[in-house]
């Protein structure tokens, strides 16, 4: 059972550099999410994508973009990566975005910005 | 403001040892509020949603209960294999945003 996949898993960048974290979902799911874990801070959401066509800022989405590619694939991109984004970085996807709907996770991307 | 806490941080407990997790929530208008577990290097791993206060919902050693502030996640009688962080989040109306606590993280002892 695939459900949501991440890559890379691990990720190392130069201040400065570029990269795009990449999410696929086999789930038929209309929402996307990405969400950034940190320690003594929980999970917060990024950004997230309603459904196939629409994305919007959650609660820290500076310093990010998305892209919902298609109903499976939602990517996050960061331009100018900087040592704050160092960072567990989870996608996730939910059948609707209503409270009836569970979220799932992927198995996260370990950045590291030096 | 928002909000949501767990109790303790962490928990260590003894192979059988009961006990019982708290999740307190402020937040204006409860949607749903959701337990998940989640393993070292893992992703959260979904275990619970609670709609309204009173209800109650099992799986094998764990039952999640809610309250009009709080939210419990007690266990019974735990193994070793229980060890993982458990996450509390909940949703709120006119909103797609989970707020997460930051977790406690809980080591069964054998």
């Known amino acids: 059972n695939a459900g949501v996949t991440q890559t890379p898993k691990f990720q190392v960048l130069k201040t400065g550099q570029s990269m795009t974290l990449q999410c696929a979902q086999d789930m038929n799911h209309n929402s996307m999410y990405w969400y950034r874990q940190d320690p003594g801070m929980g999970l917060r959401l990024i950004y997230y994508s309603a459904s196939e066509g629409t994305t919007d800022k959650g609660e820290v989405p500076n310093g990010y973009n998305v892209s919902r590619l298609n109903k499976r694939e939602f990517s996050l991109r960061l331009e100018s990566a900087a040592p704050s984004q160092t960072s567990v970085y989870f996608c996730?996807?939910?059948?609707?975005?209503?409270?009836?709907?569970?979220?799932?996770f992927g198995e996260g991307s370990w950045l590291t910005v030096v | 403001e928002d909000q949501v806490t767990q109790s303790p941080e962490a928990l260590r407990l003894q192979e059988g040892e009961s006990s019982s997790l708290n999740c307190s929530y402020t937040?204006?208008?409860?949607?749903?509020l959701f337990w998940y577990r989640q393993d070292p290097g893992k992703g959260p791993e979904f275990l619970f949603t609670l709609y309204s206060a009173g209800e109650e919902k099992e799986k094998e050693r764990l039952k999640a209960t809610l309250t009009k502030k709080e939210s419990f996640l007690h266990i019974t009688a735990p193994k070793p294999e229980d060890s993982a962080t458990y996450l509390c989040?909940?949703?709120?109306?006119?909103?797609?945003?989970?707020?997460f606590g930051s977790g406690t993280r809980l080591l069964v002892r054998p």
């Open positions: 989040a909940v949703l709120m109306d006119s909103s797609y945003k989970l707020i």
């Open positions: 996730a996807s939910s059948e609707n975005g209503g409270a009836g709907n569970t979220i799932y």
């Open positions: 937040v204006s208008g409860l949607r749903g």
